[in-house]
């Protein structure tokens, strides 16, 4: 998935593990910043038919500070 700002891989599974999620997140990192973009992976549970569950979105800390400046308690 892709738009003007953002390259993004989105998951809709049961699990995800930590170690899945990070692998992808540098993934995307790397695919976004290829085109100049913020790479995000979005991931929402997949909990059966009808039970809505929310999207959250992830990304690494060089993404966030790419879209968001420095994390908070670093210099600018």
Do not use: D, H
């Not at 809709?12 to 692998?23: C, D, G, I, W």
């Amino acid at each position: 998935m892709e738009s003007p700002l953002y390259v993004a891989e989105v998951k809709n599974v049961k699990r995800f593990s930590l170690l899945q999620a990070e692998r992808e997140c540098l993934e995307i990192e790397r695919q976004g910043n290829l085109k100049n973009k913020i790479g995000i992976v979005m991931v929402r549970r997949s909990a059966g038919k009808g039970r809505e569950t929310p999207w959250l979105v992830c990304m690494t800390a060089g993404m966030f500070r790419e879209m968001s400046g420095p994390l908070p308690g670093e210099p600018p």
